[in-house]
């Protein structure tokens, strides 16, 4: 099955390792941490163990040097990536076990002795609604702050934090993601970063070494794993929607949860990839992870960068690929290209004259290896623009002219309107005066005075500083408020992104809160 690799809460078949299984692996170090313990004080009673000299690992020595030397050029550039999201009823509540719906493992089923391991993972629930803290990684691809990581990192976000391999801490907004690529661009207020270089992901071969770098866990932030291409050209493994392009690079470079959104890098340092999933029967590494190209990350970033949105070009067909069994029965010569299996009415494929059993064999004068090949090419192709498709037909070649459209599937899948788009303030509290009825209904003594809390959005930067409803906000950056008019325009005044100090009281004492705000164009508090 395939899992992703972002979220801390732990999910049976779709996120995380079962209990079990992570007490297996880690106790499984434990052991051999013993056991080389054990072996070098054996070696230790061995008389004169010369080391060995240069000429005996120059090898080994020269791909160590050049491996930490690519970790010092890509690490800088690799951000961890925080997200507080909504959790919906059905998945607040679904205990089913398919793979589908994704059964929820409890934090309390893992030993507490392990717990550290897997970060600040969980679910946090107050009268309104549950809220749910993930983890994942990303990769800064310029120096003014754009971020690539996956849609599914942010997706539902209500805020989004941002550490930098310094450890500086930046709010982030999200920009724009590619939901068909599982592919996002967040933005945090920063100059002169450090950016990793685009690499070209076309010329990969089956092999090559390859980094990956991450959050695994969220807690082991900044790791980096080595190996290799395992294979190219990877297909779509979701059942959610088979229109979504395959063409993933399959690698052996260890990958896990909170691995999510962070960069595969080449030889050079160059990105040829974005880690986004693994396939494992328990939710941990197995030595299948995967990765989305640069070659269409880079064309989704830009996009999103540029317009905020992607738009993606559509035919309107279903396919398969030709394999050695069914390619006799339609006459080939080999078993490449991808065989219509359906065409939707009114679509351009169905306008051009495309019929199923057509075999898709070039597109534009170059051959088609396979179906996830041309979902690809034609994903990325602008609508409008018109392409030529050769085919075979009852054996005979033809060539069809099609203009490509856009897809815009049963829901929006590249669009810029996540759930972080309808913030309605920066903190995400409804304030009001204190008045006389007020104070007696909720105690409050005559010497208070301030804003009185009236609601708080769940998730929002107000409800992860422990705001309440009842609360009163006396103070905002040590300066007095008087009424919720003045809490108002002392928050509005303070820069974008730039945290704020609130003296708040509570339950009959007063305490200082610390709230990030998140980072909105929207008014409101």
Do not use: C
Request: no cysteine.
């Amino acid at each position: 099955m395939s899992v992703t690799t972002n979220s801390l809460v732990t999910k049976a078949k779709k996120f995380g390792a079962p209990a079990g299984a992570a007490a297996a692996v880690l106790l499984a170090g434990s052991f051999m941490i013993g056991h080389t313990a054990h072996a070098a004080s054996n070696g230790a009673s061995l008389a004169g163990g010369a080391p060995m000299d240069d000429n005996s690992v120059s090898s080994l020595v020269a791909l160590d040097n050049a491996v930490e030397a690519v970790a010092a050029r890509v690490t800088p550039a690799v951000v961890n990536v925080a997200v507080t999201s909504r959790v919906s009823a059905q998945d607040a509540d679904g205990d089913d076990d398919s793979q589908d719906s994704g059964g929820q493992i409890p934090q309390g089923a893992i030993p507490p002795e392990f717990r550290k391991f897997f970060g600040p993972m969980g679910r946090g629930q107050n009268s309104q609604g549950q809220i749910e803290h993930g983890i994942g990684s990303g990769i800064i691809i310029s120096p003014d702050g754009y971020i690539v990581t996956n849609n599914h990192v942010v997706d539902g976000a209500t805020q989004v934090r941002v550490t930098l391999n310094d450890r500086r801490v930046f709010n982030a907004k999200v920009v724009g993601v590619d939901k068909l690529n599982d592919l996002a661009v967040i933005k945090i207020n920063a100059n002169n970063l450090t950016t990793v270089a685009w690499g070209d992901s076309t010329k990969l071969h089956p092999g090559q070494t390859v980094l990956a770098f991450g959050s695994p866990f969220g807690y082991f932030q900044f790791s980096v794993t080595r190996g290799i291409v395992s294979a190219l050209d990877r297909p779509n493994p979701y059942t959610d929607d088979p229109r979504k392009p395959g063409d993933y690079i399959q690698t052996d470079a260890a990958i896990n949860p909170g691995n999510s959104g962070g960069p595969l890098v080449d030889a050079h340092g160059e990105l040829v990839g974005i880690n986004t999933f693994i396939i494992t029967n328990n939710g941990s590494f197995a030595g299948a992870g995967f990765a989305i190209p640069s070659h269409i990350v880079r064309a989704s970033a830009e996009a999103i960068i540029k317009d905020g949105t992607v738009h993606h070009g559509y035919l309107g067909i279903s396919m398969n690929d030709v394999t050695p069994d069914n390619s006799s029965f339609f006459n080939l010569p080999d078993a490449t290209g991808a065989i219509v299996s359906s065409v939707t009415p009114d679509s351009p494929a169905s306008r051009a004259g495309l019929k199923s059993g057509d075999v898709l064999r070039e597109l534009n004068g170059s051959k088609i290896r396979n179906g996830s090949q041309l979902q690809v090419a034609v994903s990325q192709t602008a609508p409008g623009n018109e392409i030529k498709l050769g085919i075979l037909r009852d054996g005979k070649p033809e060539t069809l002219t099609l203009k490509v459209g856009e897809f815009k599937g049963d829901k929006q899948v590249a669009d810029n309107e996540g759930d972080a788009s309808h913030q309605r303030g920066k903190l995400g509290l409804g304030v009001g005066d204190l008045t006389s009825d007020a104070r007696q209904q909720l105690n409050i003594p005559s010497q208070v005075k301030g804003a009185a809390v009236e609601s708080v959005r769940p998730a929002s930067p107000a409800d992860d500083a422990g705001l309440q409803p009842g609360d009163v906000i006396q103070e905002v950056d040590r300066k007095p408020v008087q009424n919720a008019q003045e809490f108002a325009d002392d928050v509005h005044a303070v820069p974008d992104g730039k945290d704020i100090l609130l003296l708040v009281w509570s339950h009959g004492g007063a305490s200082y809160r610390v709230v990030h705000p998140a980072q909105s164009n929207q008014s409101g508090e």
